[in-house]
T-cell receptor
Framework: RKEVEQDPGPFNVPEGATVAFNCTYS??????FFWYRQDCRKEPKLLMS???SGNEDGRFTAQLNRASQYISLLIRDSKLSDSATYLC???????????????FGKGTKLSVKP | EPEVTQTPSHQVTQMGQEVILRCVPI?????FYWYRQILGQKVEFLVS????????KSEIFDDQFSVERPDGSNFTLKIRSTKLEDSAMYFC??????????FGPGTRLTVL
């Protein structure tokens, strides 16, 4: 069964804190991995793609462990504006013609307090 | 920066009525998608569209649903006879040859 599992939170942290989110996926055929953020009643917005070697974008670091089917996101020096729901997303592309439909986790809610 | 647009932002309809949700994908993108999100639940895939035809659809996308790209810019989702359980946010997304998908702001559909 295709599933992406995340801790729903909420994570309540003070400004400046470091926070880490974890995600596991069940389908080993998953090809591409992403973190999206979603503000309340808004669309998912791409935060970053996740590569096998790990990647960093400013305060955000993403890691992928294909053997364990595990993805993580680390946010350093949290800002008030980081408050949102963080969605772990995988893309299963198969060579039979699938166009890479995204499979979403339910998301982890982050609330950064002053 | 180019973005996906969707209209209307909010649609209220009576059960059994037909609705058409409209999307304008990013102009040079090739692959188009519809997703939905019921309040409090995760985003779910409905259908993907490429080269003027459906390439994949989920079990949610039954005979009541259809998609169309009537011209070079619009991409529509039609629900023929709405049910109460169709109430949700409907997101359109598009991508070019890369895997990253970009989402429109959504249409909130309320079925009464």
């Amino acid at each position: 069964r295709k599933e992406v599992e995340q801790d729903p939170g909420p994570f309540n942290v003070p400004e400046g804190a470091t926070v880490a989110f974890n995600c596991t996926y069940s389908n080993s055929a998953s090809q591409s991995f992403f973190w999206y953020r979603q503000d309340c009643r808004k669309e998912p917005k791409l935060l970053m793609s996740v590569y096998s070697s790990g990647n960093e974008d400013g305060r955000f670091t993403a890691q992928l462990n294909r053997a364990s089917q595990y993805i993580s996101l680390l946010i350093r020096d949290s800002k008030l504006s980081d408050s949102a729901t963080y969605l772990c997303v995988v893309n299963i592309e198969n060579y039979g013609g699938s166009q890479g439909n995204l499979i979403f986790g339910k998301g982890t809610k982050l609330s950064v307090k002053p | 920066e180019p973005e996906v647009t969707q209209t209307p932002s909010h649609q209220v309809t009576q059960m059994g009525q037909e609705v058409i949700l409209r999307c304008v994908p990013i102009s040079n993108h090739l692959y188009f998608y519809w997703y939905r999100q019921i309040l409090g639940q995760k985003v779910e895939f409905l259908v993907s569209f490429y080269n003027n035809e459906i390439s994949e659809k989920s079990e949610i996308f039954d005979d009541q649903f259809s998609v169309e790209r009537p011209d070079g810019s619009n991409f529509t989702l039609k629900i023929r006879s709405t049910k109460l359980e169709d109430s949700a946010m409907y997101f359109c997304a598009s991508r070019d040859r890369g895997p990253e998908q970009f989402f429109g702001p959504g249409t909130r559909l309320t079925v009464l």
